[in-house]
């Protein structure tokens, strides 16, 4: 389900914009960095602090995730279904990939999110279909990037 580029993807951009349903039917999207790959079909992230995000997926279990590579212009749109873990009834072995990975965090984790993926999309910005390459890509935002934090080059 998850291509290679896509698992790429995910794994150098671990932070999703995680889009879950309001109530009232609204769109709800939220910022979430401490995203895994489990297996082929699910993905996890942790809770840190999410109160509206665990209460949408509590009510209604519909998700989408989007990872974006902002220097080549691809990101990943993942659909599926998404059920929360209190961190007390979670498998031990899941704590610990969470504990690999963002060891730092694990205290202020009260709980995960698994996803079972449904749909994964691969999405190129409009550049490609205009002939541009990656490789110009990379290079014309890492200017950019350069530019707006010039202090930061080595």
């Known amino acids: 389900m998850l291509t290679d580029e896509i698992r790429t993807l995910i794994e150098n951009h671990s932070a999703g ?3 879950t349903v ?18 082929d079909g ?6 840190i602090r999410s109160p509206n995000t665990i209460k949408n997926i509590k009510e209604r279990s519909a998700i989408e995730v989007c990872f974006i590579d902002v ?8 659909t599926g279904k998404a059920k929360y873990l209190e961190k007390s009834d979670a498998d031990p072995n899941l704590i610990a990939k969470f504990e690999q990975t963002y060891g730092d965090y694990l205290d202020v984790m009260s709980g995960f ?12 910005s409009p550049a490609y279909d205009l002939g541009l390459t990656e490789g110009e890509l ?7 990037l350069n530019n ?3 202090d930061q080059i080595a």
């Open 17 to 19: 914009m995680v889009a």
């Open 22 to 39: 309001n109530s009232d039917g609204t769109p709800s999207v939220s910022p979430k960095a401490t995203f895994l790959i489990l297996a």
């Open 42 to 47: 699910v993905l996890a992230f942790s809770n």
């Open 71 to 78: 220097v080549i212009r691809k990101s990943a749109r993942i």
């Open 113 to 124: 999110v698994l996803i079972d993926v449904k749909k994964a999309e691969l999405i190129l």
């Open 138 to 144: 990379r290079d014309e935002n890492m200017n950019k």
């Open 148 to 150: 707006i934090y010039p």
